[in-house]
């Protein structure tokens, strides 16, 4: 079997570590630090032994102190309380509180007063095990290591995004969503049935967050080639094409709840994290779908209104992100005559006009990223004029990073979920979504396709009408 053969089951860990290793002899990729994931009809039952092992493993007592954080949401199994079959489970050997955190904000965000919340709760613990879907486990990753890196179990219980597999943790700082290091979880148990009987649109996201696999690291490999990205490693790129290989033809399946659907999205999920976690970045699978989706968050957060299911976004700002791409791979657009530097002082016009009705804080956020971009770019000049003299023979590359629109849209509709901004939820108007894709580039210091647009005099308002056009139609 090849390397990139051992590197597409997540829950066979020991073949993943030596398959990458195989591809980075130099060791440049950090330590996969999960212990254990499982993806089963069972895996809710294993709680006990997956947390033993996790305890031996990090020296602690056999007969610990353990802090179960769950949200207020009730989340049955087969009409049972989860978080009641999991306490029960270790009742018999451990000291166990469960803890729900509130925010007071309906669904649970992971700001910095739930954040505290969990960690205090979580104070003289020796283990963490979290309840839910990927916020909660986000929670729970930064309270394992705000206690001193205590073990942590996650039972997952929805496929609604990668996070759940990765060593960083997704947070609210300032209205403004970030990816902050946080730790990995000793263990991940998917419990299929479970995470089956989801609300369909948690898994309907996941699979919207899943299909960015089919572009975003055509940006990745972008800001590579510009010098802009250290991080990028063929090792990561072979093992998001390796499950990048075959089509999801199973989607239709995740709307219905079909075992085997749900059991392909979740495995696809893991195997999305830990390549981000080993690669120390999400930027592998974080492009310019990414950014709207976090555009349309800012915008939300900053008028105190309901923040839609980020996978949902990301899968609709997809098709978005793919129409872009495959322009610049198969036609002549991207031109070296048409070149130019960015101006520091119309970024910051851009950036206070695009922003200022949000707030001085998220202004001043963006002009930060602007600013350390701008002197990045100053400093690889050279590499962009080089990229982009030699950009027939890049798109070669880049043709096998990205797919199709048509082929996306029709998986993305056949799972269930949002084919088009309207149909998300909270809908967003035409005219959010102009505002979150024309200003996409400005909110991050991460270098995407739409960077390259603006620097070139190509990201104007024909075309921002053309890659929206498909996603602006009733799905």
Sequence with gaps: MTATGTLTDPTDLEAIRRGLAALDPEGRL?????GRIEISDTAHLHVAEALAEALVAAGRPSRATVVILADTTPIRRDGELLAGLVERQLAGHHAVQLARLDGGHGALHADETVLAMAAEAA???DAIVT????????????????????????VQTAASV???????????????????????????LADVTTIAGAPQGMNTAGFGEAISLFTAPADWYLSFLLGLDHTFHPASLAMLQAAAAEPPDWSAGI??????AVRELTRLLALRGIVSGVSNTTACLSGVEHVISHMLDLHHAAHHQPIGLHGAQ????SLVATRLWREAIDTRVITPSLLRKPEPARIEGLIRQAFGQLGDGIVAECLRDAEAKHAA???????FEQVVADWPR?????????????????????????????????????????????NCFLMRNRFNLVDLLDMMGLWTEERIAWALAETLEAA
């Design 123 to 125: 104070r003289g613990a």
């Design 131 to 154: 309840i839910g879907s990927g916020t909660m486990t986000d929670v729970g990753k930064i309270a394992a290591e705000r206690n001193g890196g205590i073990p942590h179990v996650a």
């Design 162 to 188: 990668d996070g759940f597999t990765d060593n960083v943790s997704v947070i609210l700082r300032n209205g403004v969503k970030r990816t902050v290091p946080s730790r990995w979880p000793s263990a991940v």
């Design 394 to 438: 890049h798109a070669e590359a880049f043709a096998k990073l990205v797919t199709p629109s048509a082929t996306l849209r029709k998986a993305l509709a056949a799972s269930g979920g949002p084919a088009s901004f309207q149909r998300l939820s909270p809908a967003i108007s035409p005219e959010l979504t102009v505002w979150a894709t024309r």
């Design 377 to 383: 770019v100053i400093r690889n000049w050279a590499r």
């Design 30 to 34: 950090a330590p996969l630090g999960i």
């Design 255 to 260: 709307a219905r709840g079909e075992p085997r």
């Design 314 to 317: 990301v899968g609709v700002a």
